[in-house]
């Protein structure tokens, strides 16, 4: 292939890697979102960014400040304000938290506490599913080892603990997990987590990182997370809490001690070297922590919980009598205590088209984004859908199954024939 680069250039190297993505079915590509589609898939969870209380709330308090639009650095130079430091200030005290740092988004934040937190011959553990913002900072730390166990396992996680009893005493352990997770939307053991770090390891030696982005909002009093659910704020040694979710806004926050906070500052690349949020994303985090300390979105949240409720138990209750849609057509077999459904089949994409089709978008998740074999569709909920939607999407996953052939799984026909057949 000849370029402007010449034959056998980057241009065609690159070329090369996304036919063979395109040839195996795994190519990413932007999409718009199309006008008059049920959302099922967006992190929107409350439903805000559409909520014209919040809008007006947003749009007043832009009005009623003298901030100019832009930060006009990094914090370290001209981006820092007195409404930045109150508001990190404001956040913590709501979830509980000693002291809280800004981020520009959650990987950045993710990225830089794992690069420069853990020191030379310390250890990280990791559930397994992480987020690929927690392997990026691992592969700059300056950890000894990075150690995962089986996804939610604490019994893996027992026995990876107990390999490190005989650490010298000044290594200390990181603990990464997540309270949701975002493929499957299944909530951390972290209680059991919790009692088991401190069994093995020791309070002073094992440091449980939590990241909440997806319980934000959603989970415990107010939507404060998991953590603050279980009581277990003075156990965990830092929090992640992200705005782009539930919040309808972007940033992030990690909150721990004053030390860790200064400590951040210092040395975490990501925080240091960027620009800072502007100060109408500013604006907009601190009105949607508002409504949440108002309690101005605890129906929102009822209300969520409610459709996953309903969801859960109409899915269970599909009439699947094709064999090969019972063999490909993977549901949650327990309620999740999140609005993310994970139903797992073998060509996602074909039944993503079919709801899309129909007035629903749903996307598919395939590999590498997931483990090959794990391929879903992900269903997200949120408190702006009806119970009629979520009725519709149902009906449309029971028409699917029996519009299924039976021969798919048998004669192990191609997506193009499944379409054709559809």
């Known amino acids: 292939m000849h370029s402007r680069y010449g034959k056998g250039s980057l241009d065609a190297n690159m070329q090369y890697l996304l036919d063979r993505r395109r040839n195996n079915s795994t190519m990413r590509n932007l999409t718009l979102p199309k006008s008059g589609q049920t959302d099922f898939s967006s992190n929107d969870f409350l439903s805000l960014s559409t909520n014209a209380r919040l809008k007006d709330a947003y749009l007043a308090e832009l009005r009623n400040s003298d901030l100019p639009l832009g930060s006009g650095g990094s914090r370290l130079l001209d981006g820092n304000s007195a409404y930045a430091e109150v508001l990190e200030r404001d956040i913590a005290r709501f979830h509980g938290a000693e002291a809280g740092l800004l981020w520009n988004s959650g990987f950045d934040a993710n990225a830089g506490f794992f690069s420069c937190v853990p020191q030379p011959g310390d250890v990280i553990v990791f559930d397994e599913l992480v987020h690929a913002s927690v392997h990026d900072g691992m592969r700059l730390s300056r950890a000894a080892q990075t150690v995962p166990f089986v996804h939610n396992s604490v019994a893996d996680l027992r026995r990876v603990l107990q390999e490190m009893v005989e650490l010298p005493s000044m290594c200390n352990v990181f603990i990464a997990v997540e309270s949701i997770y975002s493929m499957d939307g299944d909530v951390a053991p972290l209680r059991m987590i919790v009692d088991t770090v401190t069994e093995i390891i020791g309070a002073e030696r094992g440091h449980i990182v939590v990241d909440e982005a997806h319980s934000t909002g959603v989970l415990g009093f107010e939507g404060r997370g998991l953590v603050c659910q279980l009581g277990l704020e003075k156990e965990i040694f830092a929090r992640l ?182």
Request: overall charge positive.
């Open 241 to 422: 809490h992200t705005f782009g979710k539930a919040l309808a806004g972007n940033g992030a926050i990690l909150l721990g001690s004053q030390t860790l906070r200064h400590y951040l500052i210092n040395y975490a690349r990501p925080f240091i070297y960027t620009t800072f949020l502007s100060y109408p994303s500013l604006a907009l985090i601190r009105t949607s922590y508002d409504l949440l300390r108002s309690g101005g979105t605890v129906s929102l949240q009822s209300h969520l919980h409610h459709l996953t409720e309903f969801l859960f138990k109409a899915m269970r209750q599909l009439h699947i009598t094709s064999a090969a849609a019972r063999s490909l057509l993977s549901i949650p077999s327990a309620c999740p205590q999140s609005p993310i459904f994970a139903v797992q089949l073998r060509w996602p994409r074909d039944l993503a088209i079919y709801l899309q089709n129909r007035g629903m978008m749903v996307r598919a998740v395939v590999s590498p984004t997931v483990p090959q074999g794990t391929e879903r569709v992900r269903v997200c909920l949120h408190a702006g859908n009806t119970v009629k939607e979520v009725e519709k999407l149902v009906s449309a996953l029971q028409e699917w199954c029996e519009k299924h052939p039976e021969d798919i799984e048998l004669e192990g026909g191609s997506p193009e024939q499944v379409r054709a057949r559809l």
